[in-house]
């Protein structure tokens, strides 16, 4: 199982830290309002946000990418934020609170409620940080809960 989630937030890192003119694919990014905000260095999408590549689907009720001197090819942080934020593959759906990916480090963080499903299983957990240069997924809890799976044999 924890291999499976980290291609699901490998495909979608990638997505993300890539700015669509420099993706070898097709990415479309959909919301009902689009602020790019040159002083703060930051795009913002809010309401209803789906951002589509071939191989993930993201959803959130906001999109924020933050990013350094060199545009928006320097991506410093990419958040999906919102309470509702939904990363989908072909065969993994992954559910919480809040999704940061930071390049610099190569840590993709889904924090609150996090429910990862698959055919093999499902895993909820308070957080889940993949590390993508170590390929590395963790599960924890907070506050004396604990990390559930439940898996069936197919």
Do not use: C
């Amino acid at each position: 199982m924890m291999r499976q989630p980290r291609l699901l937030f490998a495909l979608a890192a990638l997505l993300l830290a890539l700015p669509p003119a420099l993706a070898q694919s097709r990415v479309e990014i959909t919301s009902d309002l689009f602020v790019m905000n040159e002083a703060e260095q930051k795009a913002v999408f809010s309401g209803n946000v789906v951002v589509t590549h071939p191989n993930v689907t993201v959803w959130a009720p906001e999109v924020v990418a933050t990013y350094g001197a060199g545009g928006t090819s320097d991506i410093r942080t990419f958040e999906a934020s919102g309470g509702n934020v939904r990363l989908k593959t072909r065969d993994q759906d992954a559910t919480g609170n809040r999704a940061v990916f930071t390049p610099g480090d190569q840590l993709l963080r889904l924090t609150g409620n996090v429910k990862v499903k698959n055919a093999s299983g499902v895993v909820d957990a308070s957080e889940l940080v993949v590390n993508l240069e170590t390929n590395v997924s963790t599960f924890t809890s907070a506050g004396g809960g604990r990390v559930t799976g439940i898996f069936t044999s197919q």
